[in-house]
């Protein structure tokens, strides 16, 4: 996907960018493989496919949740800013929070807000499940979004606790999200969420599958989950 094919589908979803927002994205694809070459970030970072895989994906939050209206989102294990990063350049006037487990991609994600100019955007270093815990974080998220992060039994669990009641949480997802949704039901349920809707639709170009799962917080999560670090993954609520 090349800069005008990326301007033309955003397009065609009623995006339309504006030289700034166009200039942004160079700059973090730029700096995106400027640091890559120091730390992992990503295995992508041929331009078409930074474009396609990562800025266009991400942003496709919001053809099917409303994002033009202010609100504060928690992306847990954005890594190298996705799908916030996009999705702020695009809605300059949400408030975005990151926790990642890693330092160095909290620091990589400091100077890439610096370079864009970004408002509005904190990183916090911290794993999911004891930030999932924190009075200051804890159920205070209008909306939540982990992309690709974990299978859903276990990331409902990093992320459901940080969503306000009434809040929602948006998990995006590769192929096979309806499989990973029937072994995550349980898990989504006991920690206070509703599925919603759930979106399937292709890349384009290369036409392979996305889904984007909208999970809405109907009650409190009880106060054992999240659980401690690790424990998650290893057993999940299945």
Same mark, same amino acid.
């Given at each position: 996907m090349? +800069?005008?094919q990326?301007k ?6 009623? +995006?339309?960018?504006?030289?700034r927002? @166009?200039?942004? *994205?160079?700059?973090?694809f730029?700096?995106l ?20 895989? /990562? =800025? ?16 504060? #989102? !928690? ?14 350049? $695009?809605?300059? /006037?949400?408030?975005v929070?990151?926790?990642?487990? #890693?330092?160095?991609? +909290? ?10 100019? @970004?408002d ?6 911290? &794993? ?5 815990v924190?009075?200051?974080? &804890?159920?205070? =998220?209008?909306? $939540?979004?982990? &992309?690709?992060?974990?299978r ?6 990093? !992320? @459901?606790?940080?969503?306000? $009641?009434? %809040?929602? *949480? ?5 192929? /096979? ?11 989504i ?11 399937? =639709? ?7 599958? &996305? ?21 998650? %993954? ?5």
């Open positions: 090349d +800069i005008e990326f033309a589908s955003l397009e065609e979803k009623g +995006i339309t960018l504006t030289d927002q @166009l200039d942004q *994205f160079q700059i973090y730029e700096t493989v400027e640091w890559n070459e120091k730390m992992n970030l990503t295995a992508i970072t041929e331009k078409h496919e930074v474009y396609l895989k /990562h =800025f266009y994906d991400s942003i496709a939050a919001s053809f099917y949740f409303d994002f033009t209206k202010p609100f504060h #989102l !928690c992306d847990v294990g954005a890594g190298a800013g996705f799908p916030s990063i996009p999705l702020k350049i $695009v809605y300059p /006037h949400i408030e929070t990151i926790v990642d487990s #890693l330092n160095k991609r +909290i620091s990589f994600l400091n100077h890439l807000a610096t370079v864009l100019k @970004l509005n955007v904190h990183f916090v270093h911290d &794993r999911a499940e004891t930030f999932g924190n009075p200051s974080y &804890r159920e205070a =998220f209008d909306v $939540v979004t982990a &992309r690709a992060v974990a859903m039994s276990v990331l409902s669990e990093l !992320c @459901l606790p940080l969503v306000k $009641v009434g %809040g929602t *949480f948006i998990a995006m997802k590769a192929a /096979h999200a309806q499989d990973e949704l029937g072994t995550g039901q349980k898990a349920t006991t920690l206070g969420g509703k599925v919603e809707k759930v979106f399937t =639709f292709t890349l384009p170009l290369e036409e392979s599958e &996305r889904n984007i799962l909208i999970i809405k917080k109907e009650k409190q999560t009880p106060k054992k989950y999240p659980r401690k670090p690790g424990t998650p %993954g290893k057993s999940p609520i299945e």
